[in-house]
């Protein structure tokens, strides 16, 4: 990386700082008292309540084994299997994903999460993968961020340490399997069948769009939020994929947003 020697910064012809590099060190060492909160801040400081508001997570029946667990700003897909069911996206944190998958628990109690799907690496789709992975489930990602889920299973967590703080000891167990969608993958069959596709886009590399043949809905996240009028640029990258892949699709449900009919994401895409 380069770094200038010297920055200045003007505000309409004004100098306002100057500053020039001298020596530069990279991650030294920082001394506690660095981060000392002095007494007079203290004292005058808000005590909050360390008590969190609890997490509600509330299931939406999109289609005939086909639900949406909806929870404020972030929403997953939960696809009935038979035996199993499988969930796509493990957002926001680990919290969050403990609160669905007991949802789920309670609400399906012979089923068990076999598998969840993660859509694209960003913090707020992937921050419940820890506790998804902590739950013994295995999940399912784009080949560009196997490495990154790897490395959520297996980062020391010392706060609220979690089942896999403990296998990192001597007594090491196994790690759910952690595997990578190269360009699709297609996970089961017949009214359950999910398939994962690649989905090119402008938002992040490494994602991945979910279809869900039965009932022709197809998740994503972020590409479209989905609001009554879809962006025009994503409505754009998820019309190309569609006819790329040729699937057909009714209904855009996503990890944002309200679910939008196709033909309101075609016409956002029409210039
Ligand atoms: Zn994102």
Redesign the pocket.
């Given at each position: 990386m380069l770094l200038s020697r010297q920055v200045d910064i003007e505000v309409n012809n004004r100098l306002q700082t100057h500053s020039v590099a001298t020596t530069i060190s990279t991650n030294p060492a920082l001394s506690d008292s660095m981060f000392a909160i002095p007494d007079s801040i203290a004292a005058r400081a808000q005590r909050s309540d360390p008590t969190p508001p609890p997490v509600v997570v509330t299931l939406v029946e999109l289609a005939p084994n086909v639900w949406r667990a909806e929870g404020g700003s972030h929403h997953s897909l939960i696809v009935d299997q038979g035996a199993r069911l499988v969930v796509v996206e493990a957002p926001l944190s680990a919290m969050r994903m403990e609160a669905m998958l007991d949802t789920l628990r309670s609400r399906f109690p012979t089923k068990p999460v076999g598998l969840v799907i993660n859509t694209?690496h960003?913090w707020?789709?992937s921050g419940g993968l820890r506790a998804v992975l902590a739950a013994g489930v295995p999940v399912v990602t784009h080949a560009r961020n196997l490495s990154f889920v790897r490395s959520i299973a297996t980062a020391r967590k010392t706060v609220r340490p979690d089942v896999l703080s403990r296998r990192l000891g001597p007594a090491r167990s196994p790690l759910p399997a952690i595997s990578a969608v190269e360009d699709s993958l297609v996970i089961g069959r017949g009214d359950g069948q999910v398939i994962a596709y690649r989905l090119p886009t402008a938002?992040?590399e490494g994602m991945l769009a979910i279809y869900v043949p039965s009932a022709k809905i197809l998740f994503q996240?972020?590409v479209v939020n989905a609001t009554p009028n879809p962006p025009a640029a994503g409505s754009a990258e998820l019309v190309r994929f569609v006819k790329a892949r040729g699937i057909t699709v009714d209904r855009v449900a996503g990890g944002h947003g309200v679910v939008v009919p196709w033909a309101d994401v075609e016409r956002a895409a029409t210039p």
């Open positions: 694209h960003h707020d789709h938002h992040a996240s972020d």
